[in-house]
């Protein structure tokens, strides 16, 4: 096969054929502009439908959104945080951050204005753009500027740039330079911010380019949320950089999905999205003739899924694994054949897998241990937290993820579980630690355990126990308690109120008593 373009300009490949000086700097923004020259009158972005603009129109757009941030004072190295719903504007107003050597950090749209302060109080943004109709805080520091930007892409923001002339400029950046902070829980129950390059984003998206045999000829189906890696620096990413078309919806819906397969060639979501397609009759072999690649991650694909699908479209999807703090690990290869189920396949091109005991030495094919990873895509540590960066991010250049798995005799991976205390709902993290730390405030809880129990739609839901003392407990005051302060996904589905917590003999709470009593809580 011939050699297909690479990334970056420090890497000489500008894209196939293309002379290396069209890249201007490492800042992924020029990295895109360069690759999508030669693409000019193709959609860009298709938005319910409705085509939004070609790659020619596509610098303006940004160019605009970009002159508006510097009206509102964003220069080179400030953080922009942003809560809002997906849009093509969303994805304006990230590349325009980008462009002016800014720094993104997206938040979870469904956020409440308790979690979203601990954000802006950790990122101290110089501008916060939210949704008219959103929980933020009130307004806190002097130093943050507030702009608008809705679900529909209306908004003072968008008012704004709609007066401005476009600035086409692009922020030379290197590959170290910081572009997004991504804040993920942590085991203390307080969000920690990942901190990604410019380099870290680039390399990525390149080796996922690679993997997957991507061209200017695809269409990726996107409806997966802009404010987290796998939409943003996957999903979003790969068009962007291959010069592929971006038909986008506003969110992930079954019949909205079915309509539009037939103009896809690719579609990529978190298992829910799977495991309620093939919950819909129209999702036949049919409907799903022209895409040449279903791909899952976030969450594990459960092989009964994988073999429903192949039995119902004829397609293998292939998984593949990633983090916040890595973008994309490994991946299953791209040959039908090669896509196993319940294995997440191999190390991208560049990065390194190592599986290991507890004093970190490496373990041998088949056994069981901690996922370690190395890589240009892993990120340069936490957001001003020194402490929990040295935790994770060991001096050697590996990475402590969290996960536990095995490799077999060829490197293939397989994640067997978690050693970090983590719920997977519905491809959304959530950290039973900070559920335990809200619930304990309630007046007469005794004792708190937060856990992950089997559900057919989510992959897994968040169940609580707690104990009682006194006469001070009253569950409708917990309940408002929850839902002023947690996003409704990491919402309790229920809450048990147990005499006593099943305790081993160091009186730690057992865990894994509770998710077993619990399991069939939603069997279908
Ligand atoms: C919504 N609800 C959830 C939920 N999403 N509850 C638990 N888990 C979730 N993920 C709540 C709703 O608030 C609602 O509450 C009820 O469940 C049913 O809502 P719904 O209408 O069925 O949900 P919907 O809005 O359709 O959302 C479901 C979903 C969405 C699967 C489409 O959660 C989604 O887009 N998930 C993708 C997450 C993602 O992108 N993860 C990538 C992270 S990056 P009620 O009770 O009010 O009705 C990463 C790295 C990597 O992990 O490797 O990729
Ligand atoms: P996040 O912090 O949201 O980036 O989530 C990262 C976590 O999602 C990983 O550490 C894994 O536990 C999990 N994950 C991602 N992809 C997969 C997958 N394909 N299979 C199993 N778990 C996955």
């Keep these: 096969m011939a050699a297909r373009p690479g990334y970056g300009r420090s890497q000489g490949a500008a894209g196939s054929g293309r002379p290396r000086d069209r890249i201007m700097s490492d ?45 509102l004072g ?59 109709k959103t929980a933020v805080p009130p307004a806190g520091s002097d130093r943050t500027t507030r702009a608008t930007l809705n679900g529909d892409g209306s ?55 690679e993997t997957w045999q991507f ?22 990413h790969l068009g962007l950089y291959s010069g592929a078309t971006l038909r986008m919806l506003p969110k992930f819906d079954a019949a ?41 991650g976030s ?64 373990l041998p094919a088949g056994e069981v241990g901690e996922i370690e990873m190395q890589g240009p895509n892993l990120c340069a540590g936490y957001w001003r937290r020194a402490e929990a960066t040295a935790e994770s991010f060991y001096p050697d250049g590996f990475f402590r993820t969290g996960d536990t798995g095995f490799k077999d005799e060829t490197g293939r991976v397989t994640i067997a579980g978690r050693s970090k205390d983590l719920i997977i709902s519905g491809g959304y993290n959530v950290y039973p630690a900070e559920i335990e730390m809200l619930l304990a405030e309630v007046p007469g809880v005794q004792d708190v355990a937060v856990f992950g129990v089997p559900h057919p739609d989510f992959g897994e839901a968040v169940m609580a126990a707690i104990t009682t003392e006194g006469d001070a407990f009253d569950m409708a005051a917990m309940n408002a308690l929850i839902a002023g302060k947690l996003a409704r996904f990491k919402q309790p589905k229920a809450v048990h109120v147990l005499d006593e917590f099943p305790r081993n003999a160091m009186g730690k709470i057992l865990k894994n008593v509770l998710r077993d009593t619990y399991k069939g809580s939603f069997a279908k």
């Excluded at 020029?30 to 070609?54: L, M, S, Y």
């Excluded at 899924?305 to 192949?310: P, W």
């Excluded at 991208?348 to 030495?361: C, F, K, Q, T, W």
């Design 27 to 71: 800042n992924i923004v020029d990295t895109f502009f360069a690759r999508q020259q030669g693409h000019g009158a193709k959609p860009a972005i298709v938005w319910n439908g409705e085509t939004v603009c070609t790659f020619a129109e596509l610098p303006a757009h940004v160019g605009r959104y970009r002159a508006a941030l510097a009206q």
């Design 215 to 236: 061209s200017s000829e695809d269409v990726i189906l996107h409806c997966l949320p802009l404010f987290h890696a796998h939409g943003l620096f996957v999903a979003l």
């Design 155 to 209: 908004g003072s923001l968008t008012d704004l740039a709609a007066t401005l002339a476009p600035d086409l400029a692009v922020e030379p950046m290197a590959v170290t330079d910081l572009a997004a902070i991504l804040f993920t829980s942590g085991t203390t129950g307080r969000p920690k911010g990942a901190m990604l390059t410019h380099g870290n984003l680039g390399s990525n998206v390149a080796a996922l380019y």
């Design 74 to 132: 964003v220069t080179r190295g400030e953080r922009v945080m942003v809560k809002t719903e997906n849009s093509p504007a969303f994805v304006f107003t990230y590349l325009a951050v980008l462009a002016s050597g800014a720094i993104f950090v997206p938040m979870n749209a469904a956020y409440t204005a308790a979690e979203v302060e601990l954000l802006v109080e950790d990122a101290d943004p110089v501008l916060l753009i939210h949704a008219d």
């Design 256 to 296: 909205k999905v079915v309509a539009q397969l037939g103009q896809a060639s690719v579609f990529m979501g978190v298992p829910t999205f799977y495991t309620r397609l093939l919950e819909s009759a129209d999702f036949t072999r049919n409907a799903t003739a022209g895409i040449r690649l279903f791909i899952s």
């Design 299 to 362: 969450a594990p694909l459960l092989p009964s899924v994988f073999a429903a699908f192949e039995a119902r479209t004829g397609h293998r999807i292939l998984e593949r694994y990633g983090m916040t703090e890595t973008v994309m690990i490994t991946s299953n290869p791209y040959d039908q054949a090669g896509r196993i189920p319940g294995s997440v396949g191999y190390p991208l091109p560049g990065v390194s897998v190592r599986i290991v005991d507890e004093n970190r030495a490496e």
